[in-house]
C-alpha cells in the first residue's frame, strides 16, 4: 500500500472558535486564510493553504461539551494515489464514511476505531496561492464542499478519465454537510 505523502492538518472542534484560533495564531506565527465566526476557521503558518481548522462545538461558549479532535488530515501527492489507497482500504474492508470534494481539497473520511476522523486527500489546486483564489471566491457560498462517489471516480479512473475529470468540482451540487452545519453557516453569514 503506498502511503500519504504528508500529514496535512488536524481540525479541531472547539466551544470558542475564535479564541481558540487567536491562540493557535499567536502560538504559531500563523494567519487567517478563512473563517466564518462563530462556526469556523481556517489558519496557515507556512506555504500549505491551511494547517489548523477549528470548528464550534454544541453547547454554549466556554462550555467544553463536545470538544475533540474533529480530524487528522494526510495527503497524497495524486488522485490516482488517492482512489487506489481507497481500493486497498475497502478490499480490506475499511470504507470512508463519506467523500467531499471541498473545491479545494478532493477528501475521503474515516473513522478510527475510537471514532476519530481520519481524511484522505489531495490537493486540486500545485500552490496554496492557487488555492487562496479558490477560497476567496467561492468559500462564502459553500464553504463545505460537494459530496462525491469513490467508486464512481474509480471507474472514471479505469475508464482512463484524466486527472482533471477526476477532480472536477460541481459549483452548482448542495453543500455536503448536514442541515444543522448548513443552517449554522447560512445564520452565520457575512452580511
Known sequence: MKSPNRLGHVVLTTSDVERTRAWYCEVLGA??????????????????????????ASGSPGDR????????????DSVRDLLRNYVELKEKGILPTYGINHGTVLSLYYSDPDGNGVEFGVDRFPNAAET?????????????GVSIDPNKLVAMMAAGASDEELLFYDYDAPMAAPKKLQDALRDDRPR
Do not use: C, M
Open 31 to 56: 494567519h487567517v486564510v478563512y473563517e466564518r465566526l462563530p462556526v469556523l476557521s481556517f489558519i496557515a503558518y507556512d506555504d500549505e493553504h491551511h494547517r489548523l481548522g477549528f470548528s464550534r
Open 65 to 76: 461539551k463536545g470538544t475533540s479532535l474533529h480530524h487528522i488530515a494526510f495527503f497524497f
Open 132 to 144: 487562496q483564489v479558490f477560497i476567496d471566491a467561492n468559500f462564502d457560498r459553500n464553504p463545505i
